[in-house]
């Protein structure tokens, strides 16, 4: 089962050494001792972190590592395309560097680590299942050494530019962690997207002193109301994800082909141009396999196999002094650990909220809403609640604390075996926070 | 000194300068997305109370300046060297440079040139073939609004000021340092514009303090002393007369409610009592207008009594009008139309406003010229017993090397000693 789950990682590591061992030609044994050697140094740090901190931390700091090679991958993506559009096309201090062997070193032993972290991240309870990680090593070693001999077989003519091959590494790094759901990154920027999109165009408007809706016209208004909502996030998400990948293709398209000018027999011009447009088309397929590969991972983030705990609300009420008293046990065991979802109505109003035992032990009861985006709701799954509205992730350890897309606490009291919530309290919170989210999804500024 | 100042010249107009600072922010973005909700917010706060991130966003604006000059200077340079004159450094003004140890034949290359579409201008030692619109206007364009963009937003961000006031029918108008002439009229109505569906009009009468009578829109916001009248919300200024039971001598107050559209509660507090009015405009009936009511000035308010958490009695009545029960007293002898209006200090608006229409003119001329009649040149000169070749394309570049190709073999056609030197 271990092994099924842990397919899309060792597919992806397969890529990884194949690219590397492509990208560094001449420097096969450095890459495969590197990458091997850092493939351990990541599960066992893994293991070590695990132990040592709980698990918002590990996390947290394997998603910063990929973050920080996907913003690597932007810069440098930026840079090539600038170096092949402009004037006067040299072989950069950067590219001597990359043609070294410690960089190829450096480079494979990183790439190892962070690929051995993810695949650790993805067995069960990594801080104690030390079979598991070293079945886990023994098969990444096994395939090095298989991507060492298909790498031997692959036509000579496939090269792999630097950056390419950054590329390449990159997104199969994403790809591997995008079927992990507390690493995954493209969810999580779709979020901030939307939240940037929103915060720039309400400045924007600002700045340039547009009148509020009430004096534009609602169709107008639609439009603008498009930029709010979570489809540009989604869009804007596509655009950040695949931009490198393109921005390193577009520039291996455009980068000057020689000059032959100086050749005075048509044939020769016509023989060298065409021979140089053939190595371009070749070194053209790693960034457009990096695009499938960026594709493939947004989909399973958009997509997870994952299956959310999401429970239908139970309606309840309050009795006549406006309390909501709901037992710790009984049909329903709140201690659990799991989300139990009500539905209060009063009035022609009404509030979802649910409560829930955090891994602390603490009860805490929450809006099925956060103060950001429309009341879509929570799922549970793998030591988070997901907003269903953004796919944002939130730690169960951050259950309970308002902020960002965190569920909307609600106070109440233990009184003996019971929870106690004030039944005023949550259906004015609910209103204020709804209200003002659909407002602001729905257009409003 | 003189190469110091060449280094910081070409440093500040590098091509790689305004993406490392841009760079640089989104990098301190996403820093500051992981401590707060409110990034933007935060950054644009940090640039303006920073020196330093002032001054790297002034960069930007900086750095396209100098793009301006730099290109402009190259495009001088450029234009002389293809009517024929000497020019210093040959090979960075055109994309291929070729020398041929050959003397060519000017009227043959010509009419070669000219039969595939070429114009041509031919002096004693020196053939200029060109074809197409150079994009440099567009260019220039391009470069001046986003330098207008830059300065803009980095005034915006380090100099703007924003001052809340209500503008209130038949006062004077209210302004950040002392007040304007008489607000004389505000005018809601319906329009069939494009993009607003409302004018809202604003007629001051001139004032004592020299300004002459104005009249104030919606887009785009006039300019009044130094600050854009940038009109937000309406509302209205009500006259409330009150009394109850334990408040016999009555209360009277004028109070600024932020009450449209209709169906918003603004909430007032009667000073020392226990005592809250909620205001409301009702909606008014199905087909009429929303905003009938500010339009037409025939106002009726809704309102709730409260007595600290407790509803007393909720009713209505008209501007004049007033409403009596169980000893209360609520009356409205004066309605007045408001408009919630900021004052915003900032001339980077007009740097914006102004790099807008410049982009949309840059686009316009860029897209026709770069897909329909891009620009290709090529030099031939002819000194010391040598032909040098010069070629660059804007567009459609492999057929005009092609072209340059063939005319550099026809050039080199027949010399007994052929060699060329590629620069």
Not at chain 1, 94 to 108: D, Y
Not at chain 1, 219 to 247: D, H, Q, S
Not at chain 2, 30 to 35: D, L, N, R
Request: charged residues 20%; glycine residues 8%; hydrophobic residues 45%.
């Amino acid at each position: 089962m271990v092994a099924l789950k842990l397919i899309p990682q060792l597919l992806s590591w397969i890529g990884i050494v194949l690219v590397l061992l492509r990208g560094f030609p001449g420097r096969r044994s450095i890459v495969t001792a590197a990458s091997i050697s850092g493939f351990v140094i990541g599960v066992a740090g893994d293991f070590i972190l695990f132990r040592s901190f709980p698990g918002t931390i590990p996390f947290g700091i394997i998603k910063s590592a990929l973050g920080v090679s996907f913003l690597l991958l932007w810069g440098i993506s930026v840079a090539t395309i600038y170096r092949s559009t402009g004037q006067g096309v040299t072989i950069s201090w950067g590219e001597r560097l990359v043609n070294t062997s410690i960089c190829a070193g450096t480079g494979a032993l990183l790439t190892g680590i962070i690929a051995g972290a993810v695949c650790a991240c993805r067995i069960p309870a990594p801080d104690g299942n030390l079979p598991a990680l070293l079945f886990l090593v023994l098969v990444a070693g096994i395939l090095t050494f298989f991507a060492l001999a298909v790498e031997k077989m692959l036509p000579a003519s496939l090269t792999v530019s630097p950056s390419g091959m950054l590329a390449a590494v990159v997104t199969l790094l994403l790809f591997s962690s995008s079927s992990i759901l507390r690493l995954d990154l493209f969810s999580p920027l779709s979020m901030k997207v939307m939240k940037g999109v929103h915060d720039f165009v309400h400045q924007f408007m600002e700045s340039i002193l547009i009148p509020d809706h009430l004096f534009v016209r609602p169709v107008v208004w639609k439009y603008i109301g498009f930029l709010f909502g979570k489809e540009v996030g989604f869009w804007g998400g596509i655009v950040i994800w695949f931009t490198p990948a393109f921005l390193i293709a577009l520039a291996i398209q455009f980068e000057r082909l020689p000059s032959v000018a100086h050749i005075r027999q048509g044939a020769q011009r016509r023989r060298l141009l065409a021979a140089a447009i053939k190595t371009q088309r070749h070194r053209l397929v790693i960034p457009l396999f990096s695009v499938v590969i960026l594709a493939a991972a947004a989909y399973q983030s958009s997509f997870p196999s994952t299956e959310y705990w999401d429970p239908k609300p139970i309606p309840i009420s309050a009795n006549q002094a406006g309390e909501i008293i709901i037992p710790k046990k009984g049909e329903i065991d709140l201690e659990d650990g799991k989300l139990h979802k009500y539905l209060f109505k009063q009035g022609g109003r009404e509030a979802r909220f649910f409560v829930l035992m955090t891994p602390e032990g603490k009860l805490t009861v929450d809006l099925d809403a956060c103060a950001i985006c429309k009341p879509d709701g929570y799922g549970q799954a793998e030591g988070s609640v997901i907003c269903y509205y953004c796919k944002t992730l939130i730690p169960l350890e951050t259950v309970g604390k308002p902020g960002g897309c965190n569920p909307v606490p609600i106070a109440f009291i233990e009184k003996g075996d019971s929870v106690v919530i004030d039944s005023v309290t949550l259906i004015n919170s609910w209103s204020t926070t709804v209200k003002a989210t659909a407002r602001v999804k729905e257009g409003g500024k | 000194m003189k190469r110091l100042l060449r280094a910081l010249m070409t440093a500040a107009s590098s091509r790689a300068l305004a993406p490392l600072v841009i760079g640089f922010f989104f990098l301190l973005y996403i820093g500051i997305a992981f401590f707060t909700d409110e990034t933007l917010i935060t950054l644009m706060a940090f640039t303006s109370k920073s020196l330093i991130l002032a001054a790297l966003l002034a960069l930007i604006p900086l750095n396209y300046a100098f793009r301006i000059v730099r290109e402009t200077l190259r495009q001088f340079a450029m234009h002389r060297a293809l009517t024929g004159k000497p020019a210093d450094r040959m090979s960075e003004l055109f994309g291929e440079t070729v020398e041929l140890q050959a003397s060519p034949s000017f009227p043959e290359l010509e009419s070669r040139l000219t039969a595939v579409g070429y114009k041509t201008r031919c002096s004693e030692n020196a053939l200029t073939a060109w074809r197409g619109v150079g994009i440099f206007p567009a260019r220039i364009l391009f470069l001046a609004g986003t330098f207008c963009i830059f300065t803009g937003i980095l005034i915006s961000i380090t100099t703007r000021t924003s001052h809340r006031q209500m503008v209130i029918e038949g006062e004077p108008l209210p302004m950040p340092e002392g007040t304007g002439g008489r607000v004389e009229r505000i005018t809601l109505a319906n329009s069939s514009g494009p993009i607003l569906s409302r004018t809202l009009t604003m007629e001051v009468a001139p004032s004592v303090s020299g300004y002459g009578k104005r009249i104030f829109g919606i887009y785009p916001p006039s300019l009044y002393g130094s600050y854009f009248v940038y009109p937000r919300y309406l509302g209205l200024a009500l006259l409330l007369r009150f009394s109850a039971p334990d408040l016999p001598t009555g209360y009277e107050k004028q109070f600024f409610l932020n009450c449209y559209p209709p169906g918003k509660e603004a909430s007032e507090e009667i000073p020392n009592s226990p005592y809250r009015i909620v205001f409301s405009i009702p909606e008014p009936d199905a087909g009429s207008d929303r905003y009938i009511s500010y339009m037409t000035g025939n106002v009726t308010l809704q309102f709730k009594l409260l007595k600290g958490k407790e509803v007393l009695f909720t009713g209505a009545a008209p501007g004049g009008g007033e409403f009596v029960r169980d000893g209360y007293r609520l009356a409205f002898p004066d309605i007045r139309r408001l408009v919630v209006t900021d004052y915003i200090g900032d001339y980077g608006v007009l740097f914006i406003w102004v790099a807008s229409l410049i982009f949309a003119a840059s686009g316009c001329i860029w897209l026709p010229i770069r897909f329909f009649f891009p620009r290709r040149e090529m030099l031939f000169r002819y000194e010391h017993d040598i032909t040098r070749a010069c070629s660059r394309a804007e567009g459609r570049a492999r057929i005009h090397a092609g072209v340059f190709h063939e005319a550099l073999d026809l050039v080199d056609a027949g010399k007994p000693d052929r060699q060329s030197i590629r620069l």
